[in-house]
């Protein structure tokens, strides 16, 4: 701490004594010239007494230029920062106590304000946190539920088989029981599988990579994989796809899996001797996938709830698991474009869009 002289001026206490010693020492001053003018007494009372009043004047304002108004300017600016006003800051800006008290006012409220966010900020990341773990809790809990419900079919079946099994002493229905059983713990394999990848995109424990690739050339891989290298198939197949490469920058295996799905859902579902359609087309930096297949119309309450985990309508209970075209809207949702499906004419179309580079 700085030692400061008796004529150091930058204390309060400094100022007011030397302002003390001034103004009785001009009194005195103005009394002894006063009394040596040839005037009058009365009149020099009265010059004397205005004097007086001059020197008190100048002192009350000198008072209230050195204390009163730093003063109450410290006591605003601190009922304002009392009232976390984070726009309130001290402008007393002389070398003395009040000087250095504004700045340790704003000092202070510029850590609080620092503090204040830190705390927001970790308030924040604590809510995301504890968010978080109520998603990951429940949709542990949907994930026992679901496979608690879903692998009763398949157990059940497993065990009447086992159980036949044991007691037939013929070769063929044994040999056929085996096969139902292999069947169903493929089955089981699968869904277990479909079901965890589906939990990892949910909650974010499975990333999706970036590569560039010709989305035309995937349509054309899966579709000719699904549709067209298929023996004794019972439906017409139709496409138009662009002449030129479309390039998009996405995970090509997860894209991959999203046509699988739909073009495998439009498989799976036409009617017999029914027609499936699929299109690519292009407009500026955004394509458009689509794939029709002919059946029955679905009711519009139906078509909100395929994109559910294990929905499937009455009539395609056997058909699936109902996990396939929950993956679809998990990862084109990631991708954050629009995606759908609707009744048209004569079936069902389902379709999303994706942007295109160059």
Not at 29 to 34: K, S
Request: hydrophobic residues 40%; contains cysteine; negative net charge.
């Amino acid at each position: 701490m700085k030692k400061r002289g008796l004529n150091d001026l930058r204390t309060i206490r400094s100022k007011t004594m030397a302002l003390s010693k001034l103004s009785g020492g001009a009194i005195v001053v103005f009394y002894l010239v006063t009394e040596k003018v040839p005037v009058n007494k009365n009149i020099s009372f009265w010059l004397w007494f205005g004097l007086l009043v001059a020197v008190i004047m100048t002192v009350d304002f000198l008072l209230g230029k050195m204390i009163s108004r730093p003063l109450s300017k410290i006591n605003d600016t601190a009922r304002q920062m009392a009232e976390l006003d984070f726009l309130a800051y001290c402008d007393v800006n002389t070398r003395d106590e009040f000087g250095e008290l504004s700045q340790s006012l704003n000092t202070m409220f510029s850590n609080l304000q620092d503090a204040l966010h830190r705390l927001e900020a970790a308030n924040a990341r604590l809510e995301k946190d504890v968010e978080y773990e109520r998603i990951l809790l429940e949709q542990r809990k949907e994930l026992a539920d679901s496979l608690s419900h879903e692998m009763k079919t398949p157990l059940g079946l497993i065990r009447a088989y086992a159980e036949g099994l044991e007691d037939e002493p013929e070769p063929k229905k044994r040999q056929r029981y085996i096969h139902s059983i292999l069947r169903a713990t493929e089955r089981m394999d699968q869904m277990l599988v479909t079901l965890l990848d589906l939990s990892a995109l949910e909650s974010g424990a499975a990333s999706l990579s970036e590569e560039r690739f010709d989305f035309v050339e995937l349509v054309e891989t899966v579709a000719g994989r699904l549709l067209l290298d298929v023996p004794e198939s019972d439906y017409i197949f139709s496409y138009e796809l662009p002449d030129g490469q479309v390039y998009v920058s996405a995970d090509r295996q997860r894209i991959e899996q999203v046509l699988d799905n739909l073009i495998g859902n439009a498989k799976k579902y036409v009617q017999t001797g029914g027609e499936i359609r699929l299109s690519v087309s292009c407009k500026k930096d955004c394509l458009h996938f689509a794939v029709f297949n002919q059946c029955d119309p679905l009711e519009e309450e139906e078509i909100a709830r395929i994109w559910d985990k294990f929905y499937r309508s009455p009539e395609q209970k056997r058909k699936g698991s109902g996990l396939g075209l929950a993956i679809t809207a998990q990862i084109l949702s990631m991708y954050h474009v629009d995606y759908g499906g609707r009744n048209v004419a004569g079936g069902i179309e389902f379709f999303f869009y994706f942007p295109t580079i160059s």
